[in-house]
């Protein structure tokens, strides 16, 4: 009876193991088959600027480079403003302080993305209106403003979490050679915290490239390549902005649904590369002496 | 520039950086508290929706949402259990556990939206389901179980090895060990991962808005097979007719109410985890 129990036991632990870790291939392959029909039809063009179902052109180069533009702004933004602040946090401010300070900026976290976009069309899109004295706010300097919000907490906590992890000793050794705090953050603590700190940058671009809702609602969907090429004060188009916009609206089976698809396949490979080396650079941790 | 002011520029440099993330912290709730309030009455959260969201209130929103995540919240537990079980008690070998640490990190990595475009293909075409809030429960349970599996985990793997001896020395099987010392232990660790995976999973739009709901004209669902209609996706619908004031005060006000959800179950996530903390501790 007992023996009986430990070999039903096993089994459900064995079959839950099984379904959660296979689950990303069944993702992966039901994916790459959907994007067949387009990749047989196109090939190559798929790689090209023009994004046009009804002449049968189905180029996604100028949702990739959204894409990458958008999340680009949004890490130029973050990542200074996001390292600044867990240096605060972990070296500047009074311990006792730490846990409230950290546990409120957690909350920008908790936000949902579609309320960041209502908060976008709202009021940031409007803003950059006013501002650059554009006929819309909707642009890819909005979607990038809001997103380095929304990545920020991921940026603050992991940094945070490297910094302090970093034994006492090492701030002391460095202060009894004189040095002043911002030496001892810079050529001390700093490099020592590097490859977590990468591991944090990586994981909030993974977080960035695939964030969708927020983005949709203020990039203004328009599926061109900005000219000149860095202006950000366009309307443009992200991966996931393309597929929130256009999916549901697609036939089933058609090449255009299958183009899609296969537009959501190259962002999936892209994501799952980025978090896989987060992981890897979060998990590298070097010996230290404490 | 002297090494003295390097240093005072560098702390104005982190000040202003936190000044700056407060700054928005503090814009970004007060919009949702100031525009939410006004906008929320008894009569809008007990109300249903007319007019396309502008008018009227968020009653089958809320219970569309709530059905919503906790169907995947019990579909997902089991699971998280078995695998963070398995991952914690039968697997020694280690490249096997860091293939499963790959894997289920991936997951946690996937875009909402891709889950999405996932539900679509395989449950609503391929497997015929059609649009319905059931389709998104299972969707939301996969989205869920990354976080419910790595909480549960660590809270199994960081009890004690002697436990696992001393049981196994009064004769208890693996499984017994497993079900009478180890899972009561770290019971708290996995309600914890429950709610932070339901704090998440209702705030989220991408992954059902094509697969479990419809924007207007839906009642309460009578069988698993019809479309609700969520919080997230009812905000989506407002925000897209933005030039109309009552439709972007409803969506104020759902907002709001999304909001208060969320915090609800993180905070009961904190909640249970301090207790457990300081049982620990005792």
Redesign the interface.
């Known amino acids: 009876m007992?023996?009986l129990?430990?070999n039903?036991?096993?089994s459900?632990?064995?079959?839950?193991?099984f379904?959660?870790?296979m689950?990303?291939f069944?993702?992966l392959i039901?994916?790459l088959i959907?994007s067949w029909d387009a990749i047989s039809f196109s090939g190559i063009e798929l790689f090209s600027i023009e994004w046009a179902p009804y002449k049968n052109k189905y180029g996604i180069l100028s949702m990739l480079y959204g894409t990458l533009i958008v999340t680009f702004t949004a890490l130029v933004l973050s990542i200074?403003?996001g390292i600044?602040?867990s240096?605060?946090?972990a070296e500047?401010l009074p311990h006792k302080y730490r846990f409230i300070?950290k546990s409120?900026?957690e909350?920008?976290a908790?936000?949902?993305?579609?309320?960041y976009?209502?908060?976008g069309?709202?009021?940031f899109s409007i803003w950059v209106q006013d501002i650059f004295q554009l006929q819309t706010g909707r642009t890819l300097l909005t979607a990038g403003i809001l997103l380095s919000?929304m990545v920020?907490p991921t940026i603050?906590t992991l940094a945070d979490d490297a910094l302090t992890n970093i034994p006492h000793k090492y701030r002391e050794a460095s202060k009894g050679l004189g040095l002043?705090?911002?030496?001892v953050?810079k050529s001390t603590l700093l490099p020592i915290a590097k490859s977590n700190i990468i591991g944090a940058i990586l994981?909030a671009l993974?977080r960035a490239?695939?964030?969708?809702?927020a983005v949709m609602?203020v990039i203004g969907s328009i599926d061109k390549i900005p000219s000149p090429i860095y202006n950000l004060l366009t309307s443009g188009q992200t991966v996931?902005s393309k597929?929130?916009r256009e999916?549901?609206e697609t036939a089933?089976?058609s090449v255009h649904f299958s183009a899609?698809?296969f537009m959501?396949f190259v962002?999936?490979l892209v994501?799952?590369c980025?978090?896989?080396i987060a992981?890897y650079f979060s998990n590298k941790t070097e010996r230290l002496y404490d | 520039m002297t090494?003295?002011s390097?240093?005072s520029f560098?702390?104005i440099?982190?000040?202003?950086?936190?000044s700056?993330?407060?700054g928005?912290?503090i814009f970004?709730?007060g919009?949702?508290f100031l525009n939410g309030i006004p906008a929320i009455s008894l009569d809008f959260i007990t109300s249903r929706s007319s007019n396309f969201g502008s008018e009227g209130g968020i009653l089958y929103q809320i219970v569309g949402s709530i059905l919503i995540v906790l169907v995947a919240a019990l579909l997902s537990f089991?699971?998280?259990?078995?695998?963070a079980?398995?991952?914690s008690?039968?697997l020694n070998n280690r490249k096997w556990k860091k293939l499963?640490?790959?894997?289920?990190?991936?997951?946690?990595?996937?875009?909402?939206?891709?889950?999405?475009?996932?539900g679509?293909?395989?449950f609503v075409?391929i497997l015929g389901f059609g649009i319905s809030w059931f389709v998104g429960s299972i969707i939301l349970a996969?989205m869920m179980?990354?976080t419910i599996?790595l909480t549960t985990f660590q809270s199994i793997n960081s009890i004690p090895v002697i436990y696992r001896e001393s049981s196994l020395a009064l004769g208890l099987?693996?499984?017994?060990t497993?079900?009478k010392v180890l899972l009561p232990q770290s019971f708290s660790g996995a309600i914890t991962g429950l709610f932070i995976g339901l704090?998440r999973a209702?705030?989220?739009?991408?992954p059902i808005?094509?697969i479990a709901t419809a924007f207007s004209g839906v009642d309460l669902p009578s069988g698993i097979r019809e479309p609700v209609s969520t919080l997230?996706t009812h905000?989506?619908a407002l925000?897209?007719q933005?030039t109309n004031p009552a439709a972007?005060q409803n969506?104020?006000g759902a907002?709001f109410v999304?909001?208060l959800l969320?915090?609800l179950f993180?905070t009961t996530a904190l909640v249970i985890r301090k207790r457990q903390l300081s049982h620990q501790r005792l």
């Open positions: 007992f023996a129990n430990n039903i036991g096993k459900y632990v064995v079959f839950s193991t379904i959660s870790t689950i990303i069944l993702i039901l994916l959907n200074p403003l600044a602040t240096i605060f946090t500047i300070v409120l900026l909350l920008l908790g936000i949902p993305s579609i309320i976009g209502l908060i069309v709202a009021f919000i920020l603050i002043y705090d911002y030496e953050i994981l993974g490239l695939g964030e969708t809702m609602l996931t597929l929130g999916i549901s089933f089976g899609l698809i959501g962002l999936l994501v799952i980025f978090t896989l992981q | 090494r003295k390097k240093n560098f702390k440099f982190c000040w202003l950086s936190v700056a993330c407060f928005t912290l970004l709730f919009v949702i089991p699971l998280a259990i078995g695998t079980i398995f991952k008690e039968y499963s640490n790959v894997l289920i990190f991936g997951l946690n990595g996937i875009p909402s939206v891709v889950f999405g475009i996932f679509l293909i395989l075409n996969v179980l990354p599996t099987n693996k499984w017994q497993i079900t704090a209702i705030g989220e739009t991408a808005m094509f997230p905000i989506l925000a897209q933005a972007l969506a104020w907002s999304l909001i969320v915090m993180s």
